[in-house]
């Protein structure tokens, strides 16, 4: 097997002479995917072990995050999706049994207007909802 080393001052000297950009970027790709080096010698010390630890320990980590975004959260995500459909199709299914806006009760405290609002006809407040909202204007 090649060593690092050796792959990366061919790299720098095959780059002087201006290798194609491709070939460029697969070197470097081999550089970064290769696997994690068993340490010998003067390199086999505290420092380089427990960098070494952190490396494994984080593709692990990171490893375990996206499996469980693929198989946990995705799929929650979809039947929650699926959840708040149904329950938004049976609100407006019940809402259209109630009896039509015009029939129902206003109650006193309902609508209360001590001026016009100053956008639109006035009667109406900003977040108005024509299909839920009903004021009886012979009231006033």
Not at 84 to 107: Q, S
Request: proline share 4%; no cysteine; aromatic share 12%.
């Amino acid at each position: 097997m090649i060593q690092r080393h050796t792959l990366q001052r061919n790299f720098v000297h095959l780059t002087r002479y201006g290798v194609i950009p491709s070939m460029r970027n697969t070197v470097q790709r081999r550089l970064a995917s290769s696997e994690m080096p068993k340490l010998k010698g003067a390199a086999d010390n505290a420092f380089n072990r427990e960098r070494l630890a952190v490396k494994q320990h984080a593709a692990a980590s990171s490893d375990l995050w996206r499996k469980l975004t693929i198989y946990v959260a995705i799929p929650s995500l979809i039947l929650a999706a699926i959840n708040a459909r149904n329950l938004w199709v049976e609100h407006w299914e019940h809402w259209e049994t109630l009896p039509p806006l015009e029939d129902r009760i206003e109650y006193d405290y309902m609508n209360i207007r001590t001026k016009k609002f100053f956008w639109g006809d006035g009667d109406k407040t900003l977040f108005w909802n024509d299909k839920v909202n009903y004021h009886h204007k012979d009231k006033d």
